[in-house]
């Protein structure tokens, strides 16, 4: 393949960003896959992530069958397996990140605007049959749906891998509660590729140059050059704040085919906004693909490789290739040992069958029936909980799909974090943990809500969706009982026979109770929920949060967790 690096692309303000090309060695005109964002695109996978390359290669080595692995980067298309099918690969490095100057402001409507350009751009080489396709996992996911609501004329397709869409409600603030996941990642990820860093960065082994570019710009420079993400996400709990103006998908714009890819273990990050951008996309022609396995992994495999491929020859090069025909959802149903392939034609599930369990507090038991009596159970509002079992199953349970939870709630405090988190228990008691997008032993799923954050969005809601408008603060007054509808990210997963499901209601992130030593990420020990923390002391002060938080349950207080329970055929 010819490799043309730091391509130059006039943006409309007169800044310049770079871009490395891939493409056919063969004269001709290709579809272009096209990915834009912060990680430096002279930076290898192996380089910049090596224990994550090392088992990906090592538990997967089909994805170096045909490629050397050098070009491979985070999270982006690897050339060395796309050219030869026909397609050009174009990595850019986003405004300030990398080879390019500027100032980084992620996701923000810059960037956007500097993403659609690029689009445009590659669209009017002599080597582009004009048709675009983005590509790209995370980052390279979220960027697609915001971009794509900005409908680039020569956008053709996109195929947002394990991203999310909806700026607040998928990542920054879970239920309102801040996740501290950005500003660990800012500095690990971003900061450390930042243009200007000169020879303090990495080199590109396969050209030589400095990947963050051959200027030397001080601390202060650099500082000056990025958004402070910390302040601007602690200073803005609701919604309506202005630094969430376009940084939040407009769906119902896009207009594109989308192959939406998410991942059952991506709570926190890598689903929800999948499950949304499918559901929500404007598109005439879209399909949702849910998988399981670390968040990278389904991306490079011949699996994923060979759905992206399918998806993009009939809409970047026009093949009939029967992918029109596809059904609109393939689901990997995951079982304890295995996932299994199923199509399906919509989502929720038509056939589900809506099953409530109740909550009793004297019990702690998930149960058919509402109990008579009322029964109440506290914990700590900063660091306590109480958990809530069903039965043993009788026979293997299949739940897939969305969950809501109702509970009645009050808090000596002024406020209150909720935490809920789904769990599987085996017959001898011992927690089945799951392998997340980016934590080794996850819960089923979880959900999260500020109770001051209660008020729904009518519109948007559903009873097995309660969508919050995080418009406004509502504070409780201490010992008031109060309605809360929680919404539980979706999951899948079959319960077998014995097993029985879990409700863990808490006021901090769940931790499992496996022994360490525990793998760290960004610093922090992976317990459950990996960086997707709620931890930051400012967001969550004892002077707001610290009392006691009361569950009410039984008599007027019908608290219950509504489960997709999905009838065995």
């Known amino acids: ?208 140059v400095p ?58 990050l890598h689903m929800r906004g999948n499950i949304e951008g499918y559901l929500q996309a404007g598109s005439k022609q879209k399909w949702l693909e849910m998988h399981g396995l670390e968040h990278w992994t389904e991306f490079y495999t011949d699996y994923g490789v060979a759905l992206q491929r399918r998806f993009f020859d009939h809409f970047l090069k026009g093949e009939d290739n029967g992918w029109d025909r596809e059904p609109p959802i393939k689901l990997q149903v995951r079982h304890t040992d295995k996932f299994v392939e199923r199509a399906e034609f919509e989502w929720p599930l038509a056939r589900t069958a809506w099953t409530r369990m109740y909550l009793n507090a004297d019990t702690l038991a998930l149960q058919p029936e509402p109990g008579n ?38 808090s000596t405090a002024a406020d209150a974090d909720l935490f809920l988190t789904v769990r599987a228990f085996a017959p001898d008691g011992k927690e089945h943990l799951v392998l997340g997008s980016v934590e080794p032993h996850a819960p089923i799923t979880q959900g999260w809500l500020r109770a001051s954050h209660r008020k729904l969005d009518r519109q948007a809601s559903t009873p097995y969706q309660p969508v919050h408008a995080h418009d406004e603060l509502q504070p409780l007054v201490p010992g008031e009982v109060y309605e809360i509808h929680v919404e539980i990210w979706p999951t899948c997963f079959v319960f077998p026979k014995g097993y029985r499901l879990v409700l863990t209601v ?33 967001d969550r002060s004892e002077e707001r949060f610290g009392g006691v938080t009361s569950l009410h349950c039984g008599g007027e207080y019908a608290a219950h967790i509504l489960l997709p329970v999905i009838p065995a055929t």
């Open 506 to 538: 808490g006021g901090s992130d769940f931790q499992h109770d496996l022994p360490g030593p525990h793998p760290r990420l960004y610093g922090k020990e992976l317990r459950g929920c990996s960086v997707m923390l709620h931890d930051h002391p400012t």
């Open 1 to 208: 393949m010819q490799i043309d690096w730091d391509v130059e692309i006039l943006m409309d303000d007169g800044l310049v960003v770079r871009a490395d090309v891939f493409r056919p060695e063969e004269e001709g005109r290709y579809p272009v896959l096209m990915s834009y964002g912060p990680y430096a695109k002279g930076l290898p996978f192996q380089a910049g992530f090596p224990a994550q390359w090392q088992s990906l290669t090592a538990k997967h080595p089909e994805v170096l069958r045909g490629s050397s692995g050098k070009y491979a980067n985070w999270e982006t298309a690897d050339p060395e397996r796309w050219v030869p099918l026909g397609y050009i690969c174009i990595r850019v490095d986003s405004r300030g990140a990398g080879r390019s100057p500027g100032v980084i402001d992620s996701f923000s409507p810059r960037e956007a605007q500097d993403f659609h350009d690029c689009i445009e751009w590659a669209a009017r080489q002599p080597w582009s049959n004009g048709k675009i396709g983005l590509a790209g996992v995370s980052y390279y996911a979220a960027s697609q749906w915001i971009v794509a609501g900005k409908r680039p004329p020569h956008l053709a397709a996109i195929c947002p891998f394990e991203g999310f869409s909806d700026f607040y409600r998928d990542v920054v603030r879970h239920g309102g509660i801040l996740n501290t996941f950005m500003t660990e990642w800012y500095p690990m990820q971003v900061t450390n590729v930042q243009h200007g860093l000169g020879s303090r960065g990495h080199v590109n082994p396969n050209n030589g």
């Open 211 to 268: 990947i963050s570019g051959p200027a030397e710009l001080s601390d202060e420079q650099l500082m000056a050059n990025r958004v402070d993400i910390d302040a601007m996400q602690v200073g803005s709990e609701l919604i309506s704040a202005d630094y969430f103006d376009g940084r939040r998908a407009d769906l119902a714009a896009v207009e594109v085919p989308v192959l939406s890819c998410g991942n059952w273990g991506g709570q926190g």
């Open 373 to 410: 009596a009322t029964s109440i159970q506290s914990f700590d509002g900063l660091n306590g909980n109480a958990s809530f079992s069903t039965a043993p199953f009788e026979r293997d349970t299949e739940v897939t799909g969305p969950l809501a939870a109702t509970l009645y709630i009050s």
